[in-house]
């Protein structure tokens, strides 16, 4: 292969191990290890089992796994159509700059265009500024006046059986 040749391709299911490096790898980037509960056979289930939750494109340079995407469908009633969220996209510090990331974006806005998706979503950390410009730069921008709000962990499981988050 050329210099910087960059490849894309779908996760495969000997890639399990990689994809939780690259995991680690970014909830190391974001700050956020100390919120990781990674489980490799779970996440082998989600991506080529049934049913089949997440997908993988993994971005390589030179021969060499650097990147990834990882995303799944959401549903706009409001267009009537299928989305695409991408939950994770990362690459390597030391390959950034190179094209991965863009090339990664790339195939998987290919993959919503040919599934028929209305939408490309995704979020991204405040204080991440070198994402922020990247994604500017490819003509994507922030969805004004929406919050994302989550329940995880005791929150979801008080309120799924009892119906409030307070436990009453």
Known sequence: MSENAIRVRPAAP???????????????????????????????????GEPRYV??????????????ALYFHTYSTFLTKPGIWLEDLFVRPECRRRGVGRALLARLAAVAA??????????????????????????????DGWTT??????ELLRFATRGTADGR
């Open 14 to 48: 000997g890639d399990v191990s990689l994809v939780a490096d690259l995991i680690r790898a970014l909830a190391d980037y974001e700050h956020l290890s100390h919120e990781l509960h990674l489980d490799e056979a779970r996440l082998r289930d989600h991506l080529f």
């Open 55 to 68: 997908e993988v494109l993994i971005g390589e340079l030179d021969g060499v796994a650097v990147g990834y």
């Open 114 to 143: 040919d599934r028929g998706c209305g939408r490309l979503e995704w979020s991204v950390l405040d204080w991440n500024t070198p994402a922020i410009e990247f994604y500017r730069s490819i003509g994507a921008g922030p969805v």
């Open 149 to 154: 709000y989550r329940l995880t962990g005791r």
